[in-house]
């Protein structure tokens, strides 16, 4: 038997008919497919590598770990450390809640709407 590893820093999943842009968070829907995030406890698979449109294999490639720029409503230096949730497929909150869990955590404060996010 062949042993297969890959480092699960980027995967790749099937997205059916869902379209996704590059830079989007991605999660699961309820047919098991990767599809542009939305706030609510659904299955977080990371950051998307790449738009849907165009692909000829229906998967989509997803990093995993890393630490990416998003957008928030506002942020303060004092936010620095705190979780953060999705909010919507290109923007987080640190409203953290059973309905709403965390995704990673702010590394980095840009700007008063961007924040730099390590992926958990």
Do not use: C, H, W
Request: aromatic share 4%; charged share 20%.
């Amino acid at each position: 038997m062949t042993f297969l590893r890959q480092d699960g820093d980027l995967i790749s999943a099937p997205f059916g008919g869902n379209v996704i842009n590059r830079g989007q968070l991605v999660t699961v829907d309820a047919a098991g497919n990767a599809k542009a995030a939305e706030a609510g406890a659904k299955p977080f698979l990371g950051v998307a590598m790449e738009n849907t449109g165009g692909l000829i294999k229906n998967e989509v490639r997803v990093y995993r770990t890393g630490v990416f720029q998003l957008a928030i409503d506002a942020v303060a230096a004092a936010d620095l450390g705190k979780a953060v949730a999705i909010a919507t497929s290109d923007k987080v909150t640190t409203t953290v809640s059973g309905t709403a869990p965390a995704i990673g955590q702010i590394v980095e404060v840009i700007d008063n709407k961007t924040v730099g996010v390590r992926l958990s």
